[in-house]
Nanobody
Framework: QVQLVESGGGLVQAGGSLRLSCAAS????????MAWYRQAPGMQRELVAR???????DYADSVKGRFTISRDNAKNTVYLQMNSLRPEDTAVYYC?????????????WGQGTQVTVSS
């Protein structure tokens, strides 16, 4: 079993920055990818950023140039550095990981961390 625990959310004014962390615990034999999603009130959950097991990064158009995803494989931790935050970035941010355990690939989700950006 794998657990993902997010941290770093909070309340920030527009133009400010936050750094989210997601730590994965458990016996992990491989990482297919890790990603950050977000869900605003009344909206569907959307992909924000993703980093593959090989280190390839992808971003939603709305966050390109402002957000950066990174990973520390030794710590099984993924980060999301968020700069120049806007009110429309307000959402619950969820960590997602696709891991290889026991010879199979399994997807896991964190419980989310609230990010609120005030104008």
């Amino acid at each position: 079993q794998v657990q993902l625990v997010e941290s770093g959310g909070g309340l920030v004014q527009a133009g400010g920055s936050l750094r989210l962390s997601c730590a994965a615990s458990g016996i992990i034999f491989g990482i297919r990818h890790m990603a950050w999603y977000r869900q605003a009130p009344g909206m569907q959950r959307e992909l924000v950023a993703r980093i593959s097991g090989g280190g390839r990064m992808d971003y939603a158009d709305s966050v390109k140039g402002r957000f950066t995803i990174s990973r520390d494989n030794a710590k099984n931790t993924v980060y999301l550095q968020m700069n120049s935050l806007r009110p429309e970035d307000t959402a619950v941010y969820y960590c997602n990981g696709d891991f290889i355990l026991g010879g199979i690939s399994t997807e896991y989700w964190g419980q989310g961390t609230q990010v609120t950006v005030s104008s």
